[in-house]
């Protein structure tokens, strides 16, 4: 899109006067004040300059109104100066830009009649290198450096029969010293500016007039094709490089372009882009061509707010969630009609595509909404979800834009993104969830077990979602989400869930799922050796999280937070016909154990190993667990009565809150914390239910944020 009226320090234009070689500006030059994320493009032939944001196709102009400027070409940008270079049709020579966009003839020699529209400056050395195919041309080199004895002269490296490529603009690797170029016919060419030779290292697969070339940091290089204005990326690193659809840029019949290779395509400091959040195996980041939307103009979003990050999973630097536009009014059933409310802050074109046979990509044949005009405010839609989809968990995309033909990668350039995690149901399938469908509640163990140690509750926290899935009572699946939330503890801990009542051979091992991080593990979380259907989440926890610079332990001292390190996300399906009444109710069985080698109180002597567990007030350890080592310390545990896990005053080592509970902490006893707590065990649960509550605890002897 284009916004004339975007303000940028751009001063009157200063006039130059031409006598003879020389021109006198009425105003100082200065250089540009950084390497600019942001590409250059010349246009038209009373020309015009424009800023682009690669990354989105985002432009705008950047050359005043009373510009007034012929037709440039062979743009560059010079890293040693910070100024930008064209040869100018006008004068016959090569001009100056400053970073108030006013021109500047340069005095120069060896000029040829008829000028250049390629050319780039080299980042090894303060040189201009120009080029142009034919007998009477070349590649020329022409030095910018004011010290050396051949300053502003040009000189060829080559005649342009020697070196004859149908190229339109070429651009400077940042480390490698050569320059690139795509052809006509798609072939993209390294060339050596040094001896003037070139060598054919792929067809990219695109075809054109290629007019304007960037490279950026990574050595990905960008062409723009000039009739229908599309920007295209090659990673030139590849042993085989081809050009992917990127974003889609402004058309033009003359086209030159330029940035700082240096440079990353997305800004870190001051981004403007939004990004989605879905894993990133469905092209979610910069790195995979995730899709992602400028937000420079801000007037078509989906919900309330849109914020910009430099990448997708970065921070966008605030607590605000703006992924708050699409709400599932009903579930996602095979072979159903559902329906989904969207948002829009204006009127736009949606497109959106659910992941139905969970292969870990947004198929042609998963698009669910294609350019589908909304209006401003709620628009309820209705969609078909496919009977071949599969069970389970999954991913959503939904991108508003005023472009039509996105597809669920690449770059807008206004709009939003906003992907969401989703469950895809069995038909006829009724769900139930804990602590509710979207809420979380909170795990808390004190390892000391079986002494009371300093009772802080923050050994192992861990919040966490249950969900079962039933049709006809039959137990189909479980869900288990989960977050690692605090490790204050100096011992190694595994943490696990048992389900109570399911036999390790009623799961469908072919069809379970578990995902740390967002990615699938090779090794199976179903406990081997047991007849009770365990699942290791993992087998040690201080593999998955760590403490941060200056800090003991992960998440539980004042100062020393940190983003959460471990999320986990488990899915067992049943074989067929599990009554779901012979399976424990929530929340299941959470519990955790010692690491493998690795030693524990003076109490067990030697390393307990597997054989230790911590599980929730009165719910039986596993098959696995040691029996003598119930009466050790401090514990109380009957287990004629069926009563675990206590001391002699009911406190258990373990507490399981159906909220998202603010952990006490380091070394901060729970009741000092949340005072309440004990009068709550001490009545077996019948007063002072909301002990847990925030409003309840003593701020300054909880774990903040």
Same mark, same amino acid.
């Given at each position: 899109?284009?916004?004339?009226?975007?303000?940028?320090?751009?001063?009157?234009?200063?006039?130059?006067?031409?006598?003879?070689?020389?021109?006198?500006?009425?105003?100082?030059?200065?250089?540009?004040?950084?390497?600019?994320?942001?590409?250059?493009?010349?246009?038209?032939?009373?020309?015009?300059?424009?800023?682009?944001?690669?990354?989105?196709?985002?432009?705008?102009?950047?050359?005043?109104?009373?510009?007034?400027?012929?037709?440039?070409?062979?743009?560059?940008?010079?890293?040693?100066?910070?100024?930008?270079?064209?040869?100018?049709?006008?004068?016959?020579?090569?001009?100056?830009?400053?970073?108030?966009?006013?021109?500047?003839?340069?005095?120069?020699?060896?000029?040829?009649?008829?000028?250049?529209?390629?050319?780039?400056?080299?980042?090894?050395?303060?040189?201009?290198?120009?080029?142009?195919?034919?007998?009477?041309?070349?590649?020329?080199?022409?030095?910018?450096?004011?010290?050396?004895?051949?300053?502003?002269?040009?000189?060829?490296?080559?005649?342009?029969?020697?070196?004859?490529?149908?190229?339109?603009?070429?651009?400077?690797?940042?480390?490698?010293?050569?320059?690139?170029?795509?052809?006509?016919?798609?072939?993209?060419?390294?060339?050596? &500016?040094?001896?003037?030779? +070139?060598?054919? =290292? $792929?067809?990219?697969?695109?075809?054109?007039?290629? !007019? *304007?070339?960037?490279? @950026?940091?990574?050595?990905?290089?960008?062409?723009?094709?000039?009739?229908?204005?599309?920007?295209?990326?090659?990673?030139?690193?590849?042993?085989?490089?081809?050009?992917?659809?990127?974003?889609?840029?402004?058309?033009?019949?003359?086209?030159?372009?330029?940035?700082?290779?240096?440079?990353?395509?997305?800004?870190?400091?001051?981004?403007?882009?939004?990004?989605?959040?879905?894993?990133?195996?469905?092209?979610?980041?910069?790195?995979?061509?995730?899709?992602?939307?400028?937000?420079?103009?801000?007037?078509?979003?989906?919900?309330?707010?849109?914020?910009?990050?430099?990448?997708?999973?970065?921070?966008?630097?605030?607590?605000?969630?703006?992924?708050?536009?699409?709400?599932?009014?009903?579930?996602?059933?095979?072979?159903?009609?559902?329906?989904?409310? &969207?948002?829009?802050?204006? +009127?736009?074109? =949606? $497109?959106?595509?659910?992941?139905?046979?969970?292969? !870990? *990509?947004?198929?042609? @044949?998963?698009?669910?909404?294609?350019?589908?005009?909304?209006?401003?405010?709620?628009?309820?839609?209705?969609?078909?979800?496919?009977?071949?989809?599969?069970?389970?968990?999954?991913?959503?995309?939904?991108?508003?834009?005023?472009?039509?033909?996105?597809?669920?990668?690449?770059?807008?350039?206004?709009?939003?993104?906003?992907?969401?995690?989703?469950?895809?149901?069995?038909?006829?399938?009724?769900?139930?969830?804990?602590?509710?469908?979207?809420?979380?509640?909170?795990?808390?163990?004190?390892?000391?077990?079986?002494?009371?140690?300093?009772?802080?509750?923050?050994?192992?926290?861990?919040?966490?979602?249950?969900?079962?899935?039933?049709?006809?009572?039959?137990?189909?699946?479980?869900?288990?989400?989960?977050?690692?939330?605090?490790?204050?503890?100096?011992?190694?801990?595994?943490?696990?869930?048992? =389900?109570?009542?399911?036999?390790?051979?009623?799961?469908?091992?072919?069809?379970?799922?578990?995902?740390?991080?967002?990615?699938?593990?090779?090794?199976?979380?179903?406990?081997?050796?047991?007849?009770?259907?365990?699942?290791?989440?993992?087998?040690?926890?201080?593999?998955?999280?760590?403490?941060?610079?200056?800090?003991?332990?992960?998440?539980?001292?004042?100062?020393?937070?940190?983003?959460?390190?471990?999320?986990?996300?488990?899915?067992?399906?049943?074989?067929?016909?599990?009554?779901?009444?012979?399976?424990?109710?929530?929340?299941?069985?959470?519990?955790?154990?010692?690491?493998?080698?690795?030693?524990?109180?003076?109490?067990?002597?030697?390393?307990?190993?597997?054989?230790?567990?911590?599980?929730?007030?009165?719910?039986?350890?596993?098959?696995?667990?040691?029996?003598?080592?119930?009466?050790?310390?401090?514990?109380?545990?009957?287990?004629?009565?069926?009563?675990?896990?206590?001391?002699?005053?009911?406190?258990?080592?373990?507490?399981?809150?159906?909220?998202?509970?603010?952990?006490?902490?380091?070394?901060?006893?729970?009741?000092?914390?949340?005072?309440?707590?004990?009068?709550?065990?001490?009545?077996?649960?019948?007063?002072?239910?909301?002990?847990?509550?925030?409003?309840?605890?003593?701020?300054?002897?909880?774990?903040?944020?």
């Amino acid at each position: 899109m284009l916004n004339s009226n975007k303000k940028f320090a751009i001063s009157t234009l200063t006039l130059c006067v031409a006598i003879g070689a020389q021109c006198y500006a009425k105003a100082n030059a200065q250089p540009f004040t950084e390497c600019p994320t942001e590409a250059f493009l010349i246009q038209d032939k009373i020309a015009n300059l424009y800023g682009v944001k690669l990354a989105t196709g985002f432009y705008e102009k950047l050359s005043p109104n009373d510009w007034g400027q012929q037709k440039m070409n062979a743009l560059a940008f010079n890293f040693h100066d910070q100024y930008l270079y064209a040869y100018n049709y006008y004068y016959n020579s090569v001009v100056r830009i400053d970073s108030n966009y006013q021109v500047t003839p340069m005095t120069m020699t060896g000029m040829p009649n008829r000028g250049f529209y390629i050319g780039d400056i080299s980042l090894e050395e303060n040189t201009y290198y120009l080029y142009r195919p034919g007998s009477n041309y070349g590649l020329y080199r022409m030095s910018l450096d004011a010290a050396d004895s051949n300053y502003m002269q040009l000189e060829r490296v080559v005649n342009g029969s020697t070196l004859n490529l149908a190229i339109y603009d070429m651009a400077f690797h940042p480390t490698n010293g050569s320059a690139y170029a795509v052809d006509r016919w798609g072939n993209l060419w390294q060339i050596d &500016v040094e001896n003037g030779t +070139s060598e054919k =290292l $792929s067809n990219v697969g695109q075809s054109g007039t290629f !007019g *304007a070339v960037y490279f @950026d940091v990574t050595g990905n290089l960008y062409i723009s094709r000039n009739n229908d204005g599309k920007i295209f990326r090659i990673n030139t690193n590849w042993d085989y490089p081809v050009a992917e659809f990127f974003a889609q840029g402004p058309a033009s019949s003359n086209n030159d372009g330029a940035r700082c290779a240096l440079a990353p395509i997305v800004s870190v400091e001051a981004s403007t882009t939004d990004f989605g959040r879905a894993p990133d195996y469905y092209g979610t980041s910069i790195n995979n061509n995730g899709a992602r939307h400028e937000i420079e103009a801000g007037e078509l979003y989906l919900g309330d707010t849109v914020l910009a990050e430099p990448n997708a999973y970065a921070s966008n630097g605030t607590d605000i969630d703006d992924n708050d536009g699409v709400a599932f009014v009903t579930g996602i059933e095979a072979g159903k009609t559902a329906i989904v409310s &969207v948002d829009a802050s204006s +009127s736009g074109l =949606l $497109s959106a595509w659910i992941d139905f046979d969970k292969n !870990g *990509a947004f198929d042609d @044949d998963e698009q669910i909404f294609t350019d589908l005009a909304v209006n401003a405010g709620t628009n309820n839609l209705a969609y078909d979800v496919p009977t071949w989809s599969v069970a389970g968990s999954s991913w959503a995309r939904f991108r508003i834009s005023s472009q039509t033909g996105l597809s669920p990668i690449g770059g807008a350039a206004d709009g939003e993104v906003e992907d969401y995690a989703i469950n895809i149901a069995e038909q006829n399938v009724i769900a139930t969830h804990y602590p509710s469908e979207n809420g979380w509640a909170t795990l808390a163990f004190e390892d000391n077990w079986p002494l009371m140690g300093d009772y802080d509750m923050n050994d192992v926290v861990v919040q966490y979602n249950l969900a079962s899935y039933a049709v006809d009572n039959n137990l189909m699946r479980v869900k288990i989400s989960g977050k690692v939330m605090a490790t204050g503890a100096s011992y190694h801990n595994g943490f696990a869930f048992r =389900l109570p009542g399911l036999l390790r051979s009623e799961v469908d091992t072919s069809r379970l799922s578990y995902k740390i991080n967002g990615v699938a593990q090779q090794t199976s979380p179903l406990e081997e050796g047991r007849n009770e259907a365990i699942f290791i989440i993992a087998d040690d926890l201080a593999n998955y999280v760590t403490a941060g610079e200056n800090c003991k332990y992960y998440r539980t001292e004042p100062g020393c937070g940190s983003n959460i390190q471990m999320t986990f996300e488990l899915e067992v399906p049943m074989q067929a016909n599990k009554d779901k009444a012979e399976v424990a109710a929530f929340p299941y069985d959470p519990f955790i154990f010692a690491a493998q080698g690795f030693q524990r109180s003076y109490i067990f002597g030697e390393a307990p190993n597997r054989r230790f567990e911590v599980h929730l007030k009165n719910q039986a350890p596993t098959e696995a667990f040691q029996a003598n080592f119930f009466g050790r310390g401090d514990d109380a545990s009957d287990a004629d009565n069926q009563q675990y896990f206590i001391n002699a005053n009911g406190m258990p080592w373990a507490i399981n809150v159906p909220y998202e509970w603010e952990h006490p902490i380091e070394y901060m006893d729970i009741k000092f914390a949340y005072p309440d707590f004990h009068g709550f065990v001490s009545s077996s649960g019948q007063s002072n239910l909301d002990w847990y509550k925030a409003e309840k605890a003593t701020t300054k002897n909880v774990f903040k944020e």
